[in-house]
């Protein structure tokens, strides 16, 4: 039975270097044998069905299809619309009230617990606020990520040591549940 997903690419297309053209993601996302594809906006993310693997094989596929046919490694992360939608639902924080740029999303490629983030000092970063979700870490800053602190504490290598992460703002994270949804 063939399965909706979304891939998010992480670190592509931005400042102008690891450039990867949407047409040409399609393009190598049809050639794995994905049918049904779409990207959506230039930052790394294409949905797409499949009829075979899960998660983790998907992800290490089309991870290698970049490296072949753009010349450099893109870390990939690819979760199913049951997922997706999940994350929507469970989002801590009144979304409804929130500008896109207030609430992201970060998507992990394995579980993460509270010890990851001990040494987060929570207290001297507020208002900004962060939550734990399945894979995913919910994180509220009111001026945006561009001038989080806790953001910048939260993509430390020593707390993302081992996994991949990559970021994604309220409007993607939404736009992505629907675009695998039926």
Same mark, same amino acid.
């Given at each position: 039975?063939?399965? %909706?997903? !979304?891939?998010?690419?992480?670190?592509?297309?931005?400042?102008?270097?690891?450039?990867? =053209?949407? $047409?040409? @993601?399609?393009?190598?996302?049809?050639?794995?044998?994905?049918? *049904?594809?779409?990207?959506?906006?230039q930052s790394g993310q294409a949905v797409f069905t499949a009829?075979?693997? #899960?998660?983790?094989?998907? !992800? &290490?596929?089309?991870?290698? !299809?970049?490296? %072949?046919?753009?010349?450099?490694?893109?870390?990939?992360?690819?979760? #199913?619309?049951?997922?997706?939608?999940?994350? +929507?639902? &469970? /989002?801590?924080?009144?979304?409804?009230?929130?500008? $896109?740029? *207030?609430?992201?999303?970060?998507?992990?490629?394995?579980?993460?617990?509270?010890?990851?983030?001990?040494?987060? #000092?929570?207290? &001297? /970063?507020? =208002?900004?606020?962060? %939550?734990?979700?399945?894979? $995913?870490?919910?994180?509220? !800053?009111?001026?945006? @990520?561009? %001038?989080?602190?806790?953001? &910048? @504490? @939260?993509?430390? =290598?020593? +707390?993302?040591?081992?996994l991949i992460a990559t970021t994604r703002n309220w409007n993607? +994270?939404?736009?992505?549940?629907?675009?695998?949804?039926?």
């Amino acid at each position: 039975m063939a399965t %909706r997903y !979304a891939a998010l690419l992480r670190g592509i297309n931005v400042g102008g270097s690891r450039k990867v =053209p949407m $047409a040409e @993601l399609r393009a190598v996302l049809e050639g794995l044998g994905h049918e *049904q594809v779409r990207t959506h906006l230039q930052s790394g993310q294409a949905v797409f069905t499949a009829g075979h693997g #899960d998660e983790a094989s998907l !992800a &290490a596929e089309l991870a290698a !299809a970049i490296e %072949r046919n753009f010349g450099f490694g893109v870390d990939v992360i690819v979760r #199913d619309h049951a997922y997706l939608k999940a994350v +929507v639902d &469970a /989002c801590p924080f009144p979304a409804a009230t929130l500008e $896109a740029k *207030q609430l992201h999303v970060t998507y992990f490629s394995a579980p993460v617990t509270p010890e990851r983030f001990a040494g987060i #000092d929570r207290e &001297a /970063c507020l =208002p900004e606020e962060f %939550r734990l979700g399945d894979r $995913a870490l919910y994180l509220y !800053a009111p001026s945006g @990520l561009g %001038r989080s602190k806790l953001a &910048a @504490l @939260l993509a430390a =290598p020593r +707390v993302t040591k081992g996994l991949i992460a990559t970021t994604r703002n309220w409007n993607t +994270v939404v736009k992505l549940a629907e675009l695998t949804g039926d």
